[in-house]
């Protein structure tokens, strides 16, 4: 059974999608497919809402998020069950990723989007400072569009909501078609937080209405999925000259140093790689751990694998896969790696004892970077562990991979780890912990190479939902202006004698 089925269309010929649970595979509900005329009138309320939300203060604006924070707490059994009743995910986690998440974001922003985007007055240098003034103003950009995973349906199409919205913009939010209960929970709780009509709306549908929202007249796309989505939604964002960031897939490495101490390691390499059911777009895919300590290493994970969990009822470690697609993935990843020789510790196979989409906790090893569960993308609940030489051959195989997200190292040696994390091609890394920037509101969050373009969170990612637009004022009412004509080989001479004594004396360079 299909997560995701086509429905005979509604009677006004929107398609329509039914639902099922993915642990379960009952059916959990049906959406519509919203088309390009859905697109154009929501984009049409958007603008007229934006204006007047644009006119309020930042900490006005902030007020809201604010308020939406204590319905997040009084409402958060109800998203919990949503979350866990599209993805079979366990309570811990949508309580972990996507409540807890959710609460830090709209406590962080509340408190700090007023500082962040307050107008800044520039000092500027050298003469330059004597006749002009600079300001930079952050301003909204109008109408932005959301398109959000499945793997994380609630916070990340909240995060980025509630940052666009805070810079006084309008948001259009396209959740994914395998999760969109959690995406309309977002906008009934903006709503009960008092947002005015129009300025936060939700278009159910899939590939067709997302397509239909990148190219509906919005003014950014804030863009969280797969590497091949990303690519589309970039052209269509090129050929429109509108800005876009793009959160993408990764392949995380993790490197395990010698001088490490290997029960955090292990139990780093078992939460990294299997939490939310290892579809966590900085889980750990990849292990490489120095030959001196790799036998222990991996029979401590092998042990703590072993005690884990799978289910979908009362109290368990690991969950569903959320859609039959990544199923086929991560079996024809594990098809090709058997195949080349990989050796499988443990899981390697559906569960056998559970009806719904379950894919067993897997540890490979005997992996090299010829096989796909070590080069792309798996998504799943797998954790392939290579030996090496030495710390330098980590790096290189960490680094020899199109993707760059995150990437996690352990040690004792903690200054080490930062020197070995600068060396890391990737978007963030952390030492002695799993990736987990994405939840440091403070961490600008984003891939390098194929793992994305721009970042989102933090002040650099607020201020990517606002035009920072500089103001200079001249501090001379514009006396400067007449003395501008006509030009003449003496005003040349003396601008020329003035660049030899500011660029050509140490005391002009100081002042310069
Ligand atoms: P996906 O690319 O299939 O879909 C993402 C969204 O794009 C969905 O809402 C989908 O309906 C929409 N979409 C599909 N076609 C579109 C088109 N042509 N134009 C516009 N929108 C379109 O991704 P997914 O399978 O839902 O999510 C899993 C992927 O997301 C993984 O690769 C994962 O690593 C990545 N991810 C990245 C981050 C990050 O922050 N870097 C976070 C979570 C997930």
Redesign the pocket.
């Known amino acids: 059974m299909a997560i995701v089925t086509p429905l005979e269309p509604s009677s006004d010929n929107r398609r329509r999608l039914a639902l099922a649970s993915p642990a379960t595979l009952e059916p959990i509900g049906e959406i519509e497919v919203q088309t390009s005329a859905d697109v154009a009138a929501a984009v049409e309320r958007a603008r007229k809402a934006q204006p007047d939300w644009a006119g309020l203060s930042v900490s006005e604006r902030a007020r809201y998020l604010a308020r939406a924070l204590q319905i997040l707490l009084a409402r958060q059994d109800e998203i919990i069950e949503t979350v866990i009743s599209e993805t079979g995910k366990p309570r811990t986690e949508a309580l972990q990723m996507e409540v807890f998440a959710v609460g830090d974001a709209l406590n962080f922003y509340s408190k700090n989007a007023e500082r962040i985007l307050k107008t800044q007055k520039r000092k500027l240098h050298g003469m330059l400072r004597f006749m002009k003034r600079l300001r930079i103003v952050y301003r909204p950009l109008g109408v932005v569009a959301v398109?959000?995973?499945?793997?994380?349906p609630f916070v990340?199409a909240m995060n980025p909501s509630i940052q666009a919205l805070v810079a006084g913009n309008a948001v259009i939010l396209?959740?994914?078609?395998?999760t969109p209960f959690s995406g309309l929970l977002v906008a009934d709780i903006l709503k009960e937080a008092g947002l005015p009509e129009g300025l936060f709306q939700v278009l159910t549908?899939?590939?067709e209405?997302?397509?239909a929202?990148?190219r509906g007249g919005v003014d950014k796309v804030s863009?969280?999925?797969?590497?091949?989505?990303?690519r589309?939604?970039a052209v269509?964002c090129a050929e429109q000259l509108i800005p876009c960031t793009l959160?993408?897939?990764?392949k995380d490495a993790m490197i395990v140093c010698e001088d490490v101490n290997l029960d955090y390691a292990a139990a780093g390499a078992v939460a990294g790689a299997f939490m939310n059911t290892g579809?966590y777009?900085?889980g750990t895919e990849r292990v490489y751990v120095v030959e001196a300590v790799a036998d222990e290493f991996t029979q401590k994970v092998v042990e703590r694998v072993s005690r884990l969990r799978q289910g979908f009822e009362g109290e368990f470690d690991v969950g569903a896969i959320f859609w039959p697609q990544?199923l086929e993935i991560i079996e024809s990843h594990m098809t090709d790696a058997k195949a080349k020789g990989a050796q499988v510790l443990a899981g390697g196979r559906r569960n056998p004892e559970l009806a719904g989409l379950f894919y067993e906790p897997t540890v490979l090893t005997s992996v090299d970077h010829g096989m796909q569960i070590m080069s792309e993308?798996t998504?799943g609940p797998i954790l392939p562990i290579m030996r090496v030489a030495d710390e330098e051959e980590a790096l290189r195989l960490a680094n020899d991979s199109e993707y760059g997200?995150g990437g996690n190292i352990w040690t004792r040696d903690t200054s080490k780890g930062v020197r070995m994390a600068e060396r890391m091609a990737s978007g963030s890394v952390c030492v002695n912990d799993m990736t987990m920037t994405?939840g440091v509101q403070e961490a600008p969050?984003?891939?390098l190479k194929h793992?994305?373009v721009g970042q989102?969170n933090g002040e650099t990612g607020l201020r990517g939902y606002s035009h920072a637009e500089p103001i200079i004022v001249d501090r001379r009412s514009g006396k400067m202006a007449e003395s501008r004509y006509p030009y003449s080989a003496k005003t040349d001479s003396g601008m020329q004698k003035f660049m030899n004594l500011l660029w050509g004396t140490s005391i002009g360079r100081m002042l310069g």
């Open positions: 398109i959000s995973p499945w793997n994380g990340l396209k959740p994914s078609e395998v549908g899939d590939g209405t997302g397509a929202l990148c863009f969280t999925g797969s590497v091949a989505t990303g589309k939604v269509s959160e993408l897939g990764g579809q777009c900085c990544q993308e998504f997200l994405y969050f984003g891939g793992s994305g989102v």
